[in-house]
């Protein structure tokens, strides 16, 4: 009982005050503002991280447990989602001063101011989308992990509940978004979990598997003659 106190305090405050879905890390600015501001909820994810750790530490509760461990990679998930989901408009490349100085080399009739403004953009651009690369595969594998673990967790245990069924549906989604072979990367480490291709769209709630097509009609009902 005191483990679920504990935990059900814990993930309502993470949901009001830094959750995706309750409105937060919608960031917005150049790019250095926007890391700067990732950056802040990547040290708030990591006090929450260690709050939910005290769950599993504290009590050793197999069920609470499972739940706080799924509930860290949540944290991630946001931090992830947040940052995955930034585009102009609200994404700047430049400042507003350095915006109009490219802009008036690129509409002057120097053809060397021209290819350097060119230039300009597309290094920013690139150091954009390098620097979003690098902490999005940061929060990936502590995401990815968590849930993993937390998966295994419930099948060692018997334990079901709403953060594994969670858990198991942001995996399959998560391995069409970056692929099998990161998957494998970032599951590595997860004692007992024996990743396979495929292994989490597989066991996603929800899914139903079909019998594959044999090429014969199926057969008329009974009373049919």
């Known amino acids: 009982m005191a483990a679920e106190a504990d935990f059900t305090m814990l993930d309502e405050k993470i949901h ?13 600015g150049t790019m250095q503002e926007v890391i700067a501001q990732y950056g802040k909820d990547a040290i708030e994810a990591k006090k929450w991280f260690d709050k939910l750790q005290h769950v ?32 102009a408009p609200e ?18 009739d120097n053809p060397d101011l021209q290819e350097k ?6 290094n920013a651009q690139k150091t954009w989308r390098d620097k979003r690369e690098q902490e999005l595969n940061s929060a990936d594998t502590i995401m990815i992990e968590r849930y993993a673990t937390a ?10 509940n709403p953060q594994v069924i969670r ?13 099998e072979a990161k998957m494998k990367q970032y ?5 007992d979990l024996s990743y396979s291709e495929g ?27």
Not at 167 to 179: C, E, K, N, P
Not at 187 to 191: A, I, L
């Open 56 to 87: 599993n530490e504290a009590y050793v509760s197999p069920e609470w447990t499972t739940a706080s461990v799924a509930r860290q990679g949540s944290l991630y998930d946001a931090l992830r989602t947040g940052l995955y989901n930034t585009r």
């Open 91 to 108: 994404l700047k490349i430049f400042d507003a001063k350095t915006e109009a100085i490219i802009k008036r080399a690129e509409n002057s």
């Open 16 to 28: 009001r005050d830094f959750d995706y879905e309750t409105g937060h890390h919608r960031y917005k």
């Open 151 to 160: 998966v295994v967790f419930a099948k060692r245990f018997n334990v079901a």
């Open 199 to 225: 292994m989490y769209p597989r066991i996603r709630p929800g899914i139903s598997s079909a019998p594959p097509p044999n090429g014969t009609p199926a057969p008329l009902p009974a009373f049919v003659q």
């Open 117 to 122: 403004a060119d230039a300009a953009r597309v």
């Open 187 to 191: 599951t590595s480490s997860v004692k």
């Open 167 to 179: 858990s198991i549906r942001r995996l399959a989604f998560f391995t069409d978004v970056i692929g």
